[in-house]
């Protein structure tokens, strides 16, 4: 298996709802990510984790909370979204932390914020 | 932090011709440059990379061209095709394993 999944692809909350997006990779990385990317923009690095613990979190609002339940799982899970938090939000994952490790993207979960 | 610019934002091309991409960074530190290939809706995937030590890589059509010391490197796609037409960043990183995103550049090749 050499994908990361990503489930719901398309996701529609209120502001007042609580949901969870999930990641799953099965290719033995033990680094993962969470991206949030606007139309026609980069990515833009959210949370990183390196071997099950948080590592980097580019001071993202409380309202996005990241938990990395197993060395193939990442959650992130959204509470009290406003609607700028619009956005594709992406997972990916690495080998390793170091230099030459490329990413592996998933699809992505198209989030709108009602 | 890093900081990486990438021209054009937009480039079209008539299919049978080159296409050319540059992105500059500014941290002498980085020594990893992937490129990504994101069509419209979908998720970015890797097409090529470089490292430092390397001054240029070839993949078929594609190639990647590093000058370390004016901290530039770009991606060269001949003879396009329709199906080349997407959105490319190029990115950078110092081995901490977060990579830096150029601002992408939005490629239409004509048939």
């Known amino acids: 298996d050499t994908e990361v999944t990503q489930t719901p692809k398309h996701l529609v909350m209120g502001m007042t709802n609580k949901k969870s997006l999930k990641c799953e990779q099965h290719?033995?990385?033990?680094?993962m990510y969470w991206y949030k990317q606007k139309a026609k923009k980069p990515p833009e690095l959210m949370f990183v984790?390196?071997?099950?613990?948080?590592?980097i979190n580019e001071s993202v609002p409380s309202r996005f909370s990241p938990e990395c339940p197993n060395s193939s799982l990442l959650n992130l899970h959204l509470h009290a979204l406003q609607p700028e938090d619009s956005a594709l939000y992406l997972c990916?994952?690495?080998?390793?932390?170091?230099?030459?490790?490329?990413?592996?993207f998933g699809s992505g979960t198209r989030l709108t914020v009602v | 932090g890093e900081n990486v610019e990438q021209h054009p934002s937009t480039l079209s091309v008539q299919e049978g011709d080159s296409a050319v991409i540059k992105c500059t960074y500014s941290?002498?530190?980085?020594?990893?440059f992937p490129w990504y290939k994101q069509e419209l809706g979908k998720r970015p995937q890797l097409i090529i990379d470089?490292?430092?030590?390397?001054g240029e890589k070839k993949d078929q059509r594609i190639a990647v061209t590093l000058n370390k010391t004016a901290k530039h490197f770009s991606l060269h796609i001949t003879e396009t095709q329709p199906e080349d037409s997407a959105v490319y960043f190029c990115?950078?990183?110092?081995?901490?394993?977060?990579?830096?995103f150029g601002t992408g550049t939005s490629l239409t090749v004509i048939p």
């Open positions: 990916a994952s690495s080998q390793d932390m170091g230099v030459g490790y490329g990413y592996t």
């Open positions: 290719m033995g990385h033990r680094a």
């Open positions: 984790y390196s071997y099950e613990k948080l590592s």
């Open positions: 941290d002498s530190a980085s020594n990893y």
């Open positions: 470089i490292r430092s030590n390397v």
């Open positions: 990115a950078a990183s110092n081995g901490g394993n977060q990579f830096y």
